[in-house]
C-alpha cells in the first residue's frame, strides 16, 4: 500500500479518464483526533481514502491512498448514489490561459441562461454546470461536518490496515506541524 500526499491522490482522480459523473463520496470527522477522512469513490477508479487536516485556515495538508481497485458488493452500498438524497462534490481544474477562461465563462453563462428559462431539475442543472466547467469529477456525496457518517465508520472497518496507515502518516505530520488541536 503506498501513501502519498493528499494532493497526488485528487491529481490521480482529476487526470483520470474515466466517466467524471461516476465518481460517489462520503466525509466526515476523523474517529480520532484532528482532521477529516473522504472516501472518493469510481466504478473503473476503485476507492481512495484520504485523511486531512487544516494547519492553519488557508493550508490542507494530508496523506492517502488507493485502499480497492474496484467498487465491489461490499463496498457499494457505502458509497452514496444519486437518489439517496446526497449532498453533492464536484472537483475542478483552472482554466488552462485566458481564452480557455473565457471559453468557460462563456459555456456557464450560456447554461445558467438555459435553466433560468427552463423548468428543470436540481440535479439536471447541476449536471449541466459541470459539463459547462468540464469538471473531471463529481458527482453524490455525504457529508458531516460535526459527526462520523455511520457508512463512513463501516469503511474505516472494513480497511483497518489503510486506516491504521494513514492514521499515523497523518498523526506524524500534525506533530512535525505542532498543531495539535488548534489553528496556527
Given amino acids: ?85 446526497p449532498g453533492r462534490f464536484a472537483m475542478q481544474q483552472p482554466p488552462e490561459d485566458e481564452s480557455d477562461a473565457k471559453a468557460i465563462a462563456a459555456q456557464l453563462e450560456s447554461t445558467l441562461q438555459h435553466h433560468a428559462d427552463a423548468d428543470t431539475s436540481s440535479e439536471a442543472f447541476f449536471q449541466d454546470v459541470m459539463d459547462a466547467v468540464d469538471s473531471p469529477a463529481f458527482g453524490p456525496m455525504e457529508y458531516e461536518l460535526s459527526e462520523r457518517p455511520d457508512r463512513l465508520e463501516t469503511l474505516s472497518e472494513t480497511f483497518t490496515e489503510a486506516e491504521e496507515l494513514l492514521n499515523a502518516e497523518l498523526d506524524e505530520l500534525i506533530e512535525d506541524d505542532d498543531v495539535g488541536r488548534g489553528f496556527q
Fill in 1 to 85: 500500500m503506498q501513501i502519498r500526499d493528499w494532493q497526488e491522490i485528487l491529481s490521480t482522480v482529476v487526470d483520470s479518464t474515466h466517466d467524471p459523473e461516476g465518481w460517489r463520496a462520503i466525509a466526515g470527522q476523523r474517529a480520532t483526533g484532528v482532521g477529516e477522512d473522504f472516501y472518493l469513490g469510481h466504478p473503473d477508479s476503485g476507492v481512495f481514502h484520504l485523511k486531512t487536516y487544516a494547519k492553519n485556515p488557508t493550508e490542507l495538508r494530508g496523506v492517502g491512498t488507493q485502499i480497492a481497485r474496484k467498487i465491489d458488493d461490499e463496498i457499494d452500498p457505502l458509497l452514496p448514489r444519486r437518489g439517496d438524497d
